[in-house]
């Protein structure tokens, strides 16, 4: 089974040969996580299925389609001005799930909240170009920056930025809540600006989509059973569950995520206090061996940045990739025989999951070869590697190393600053390089390989489509959903 291109066409026979949940009643959606509840991003990192909940029912000024592209949302049009400093949105008409309408001036207080001081959404550090918010008409309203982001837009299609009121709690759709509880009934919302809306009050049955949240295993089974149409969410994590089933190859969907998986230095005592030992580690772990154990075609990735962004020079690449994979444990092997202050020992944060146990291993096995041994511990415990996994929501080179970053040397940190507040583009791509530069000789990261995410999908969901972020609205599944 290819794992990061399955032909359209191959998928659609081999399904149809094994797939016979029909399309009829609600599309069943179990996304791996805690039970999807109300959220308010500003709070913290949600988990998949709240991030689909509230996409599904908080839609942002843009959204992305089915393919990763960017389509309208609560904006029906915009345009960038005064070379990227100024975008500018016009608002449909909307509703809120209370039937008031939307205006103006809701919708800036909510983005201000968002990206506010103190805001715990993800996104708001890589959002501090914006110098204000403000409206323009009762229909338009400007975000205004200090400094030019050619892909604002990405990221305000991302959930995180969903236009959410928190009380009375609720959004403008595409979907509404129509029965609460721990695995909600979502049907599309009455959308004023449509041009037939008597169109509206036909709603099929199959227009509808009902949430689960649970653990990979039950998402799993209860897909094999005909009992769901998609299983969302799968990470590295879960993938060896597949291995347990007899569910079709062909129903097996992987996106050519983009993003970051890989160890990041979380301490830097010890052994891990200089470049030449965090780079005898980064050289002895065996990528290829490991990936191909978790995953078939899985790639495994040596750098940072996986192509040239926005940064004004190709990717970084560690001096040791031009060796063979027993030259650079022989060289790793020397490196940690030098150390000559007691035994090397590192403490590796993983998350729990089959996958998890199995990178581990082999991540294990080969310090082991060179003389380290290991611990693994929780992802929330005290550790001196921890992993990091995840898909990027822009294509900027500053993401990937900020990212990476969670404890780097100054000369990184003081380029990654430069690189935020660079007043040209020209100049962000200089800064941006020399970051990665000096994260690539300051070895602050040890890139392992490129996110990995998969789906379960039903013939019936006709409008599913593989992208680059890994994300699958529910309002674009089946062909004639609206």
């Not at 809306?197 to 897909?223: T, Y």
């Amino acid at each position: 089974m290819t794992i990061f291109r399955v032909s359209t066409c191959l998928a659609a026979l081999a399904l149809a040969a094994c797939d016979h949940r029909p399309d009829s009643g609600a599309v069943v959606v179990s996304a791996i996580g805690a039970a999807p509840r109300p959220a308010d991003p500003s709070r913290g990192p949600l988990e998949t299925p709240t991030r689909l909940m509230l996409d599904s029912t908080a839609q942002g000024l843009v959204r992305f389609d089915a393919s990763g592209q960017i389509e309208p949302g609560l904006a029906e049009r915009w345009i960038v001005t005064d070379s990227g400093m100024s975008y500018i949105f016009r608002l449909r008409e909307g509703e809120w799930g209370d039937g008031t309408p939307v205006t103006a001036e809701q919708v800036v207080a909510i983005l201000n909240r968002q990206i506010a001081t103190g805001s715990r959404n993800p996104l708001a550090p890589f959002l501090t170009a914006i110098d204000e918010i403000v409206v323009m008409t009762p229909q338009v309203i400007e975000i205004r920056l200090g400094r030019p982001r050619p892909d604002l837009l990405k990221l305000f299609a991302q959930p995180e930025l969903a236009l959410l009121r928190v009380k009375p709690s609720g959004g403008s759709g595409p979907f509404r809540v129509t029965r609460k509880g721990t695995s909600p009934l979502l049907r599309p919302a009455f959308d004023p600006g449509r041009a037939d809306p008597e169109d509206q009050n036909q709603i099929k049955p199959e227009d509808d989509v009902r949430l689960i949240g649970e653990r990979a295993a039950r998402s799993v089974v209860r897909f094999a059973n005909g009992k769901a149409d998609l299983v969302s969410g799968g990470s590295f994590v879960d993938w060896p569950l597949l291995a347990t089933t007899d569910i079709a190859p062909a129903a097996v969907r992987v996106d050519p995520a983009v993003g970051l998986f890989g160890l990041a230095i979380v301490s830097r005592d010890g052994f891990l206090a200089t470049p030449a030992n965090r780079a005898a580690v980064a050289q002895a772990i065996d990528r290829t061996a490991l990936t191909a154990a978790i995953a078939p075609n899985w790639a495994p990735a040596d750098r940072i940045l996986p192509d040239i962004l926005d940064s004004a020079a190709l990717p970084q690449v560690p001096p040791w990739t031009l060796l063979t994979q027993p030259e650079r444990q022989a060289a790793a092997a020397r490196q940690v025989a030098g150390w000559t202050e007691g035994p090397v020992r590192l403490r590796i944060a993983l998350p729990a999951g089959p996958g998890a146990t199995l990178l581990y291993a082999y991540v294990a096995a080969s310090l082991s070869r060179i003389g380290i041994a290991s611990e693994r511990v929780a992802l929330d415990a005290p550790a001196d590697l921890k992993l990091v996994d995840a898909v990027a929501p822009y294509d900027s080179g500053r993401w990937y190393l900020a990212t990476a970053c969670m404890l780097c040397g100054d000369e990184a940190q003081l380029a990654l600053d430069a690189a935020r507040q660079a007043p040209t583009l020209a100049t962000r791509a200089q800064r941006i390089a020399e970051a990665d530069a000096a994260m690539n000789a300051d070895v602050a990261f040890i890139p392992l390989a490129r996110p990995l995410r998969w789906s379960l999908v039903s013939t019936r969901l006709q409008q599913w489509q593989p992208n680059v972020r890994a994300w699958h609205p529910l309002n674009r599944l089946r062909a004639d959903t609206n």
